[in-house]
């Protein structure tokens, strides 16, 4: 996940969720940018790439590898601030 993390940081998203294998990436959550959806689109070509790297690795070293699916949304969302429980 550290590699698909730095690919999306790269291009200023924020990684938002992070439950079991997956990766949740959220681009102008704190303030909305014109090139949002260009920067998530170039995020996730980063994103198949360092999978695609790390694919060979494994393969080479292990005899098994991953794949990985992307989908992007764009267009308005809500986002709130989940309750840290710090009440």
Do not use: C
Request: aromatic content about 6%.
């Amino acid at each position: 996940v550290g590699h698909l993390s730095t690919a999306a940081l790269r291009y200023v998203g924020t990684v938002s969720k992070l439950p079991g294998d997956a990766i949740t990436v959220v681009f102008g959550l704190l303030a909305a940018r014109w090139d949002d959806a260009e920067r998530a689109v170039l995020a996730a070509i980063a994103m198949m790439s360092a999978m695609r790297t790390y694919d060979a690795e494994l393969r080479s070293r292990f005899g098994v590898g991953l794949r990985m699916r992307i989908g992007i949304h764009t267009g308005p969302a809500v986002a709130t601030q989940a309750n840290s429980g710090a009440d």
